[in-house]
Nanobody, 129 residues
Framework: EVQLVESGGDSVQAGGSLRLSCAAS????????IGWFRQAPGKEREGVSCISSRDGSTLYADSVKGRFTISSDNAKNTVYLQMNSLKPEDTAVYYC??????????????????????WGKGTLVTVST
């Protein structure tokens, strides 16, 4: 059974940093793509970042480019999202999702959830002024 478990969400002040983790299990941690998505109250879900093991590519939404960094540790079956210079508008529930079939990231200035068939339950990030 494929499982994704997010952790690392917290309350921080604007300008602060957090590192989110997405621990994956139930599939071979090769040929995958894992994305981070977020949803703020009353807003649609937004793709934040994605990493592909197939071609080593990473993808970021314009709203987080230069502030967030996605990385993976294949030995730990974990993908991380380092978030720096946090802003109140980054407040949301953050989800990780996996595509274990196609294994690519897609989007241009945004991150698509195409192919992301497996989702975690989310972790809450709150950024205050």
């Amino acid at each position: 059974e494929v499982q994704l478990v997010e952790s690392g969400g917290d309350s921080v002040q604007a300008g602060g940093s957090l590192r989110l983790s997405c621990a994956a299990s139930g599939f071979r941690f090769v040929d995958y793509s894992i994305g981070w998505f977020r949803q703020a109250p009353g807003k649609e879900r937004e793709g934040v970042s994605c990493i592909s093991s197939r071609d080593g590519s990473t993808l970021y939404a314009d709203s987080v480019k230069g502030r967030f960094t996605i990385s993976s540790d294949n030995a730990k079956n974990t993908v991380y999202l380092q978030m720096n210079s946090l802003k109140p508008e980054d407040t949301a529930v953050y989800y990780c999702a996996a595509d274990i079939v196609l294994g690519y990231c897609s989007g241009d200035g945004y991150v698509s959830d195409y192919g992301m068939d497996y989702w975690g339950k989310g972790t809450l990030v709150t950024v205050s002024t």
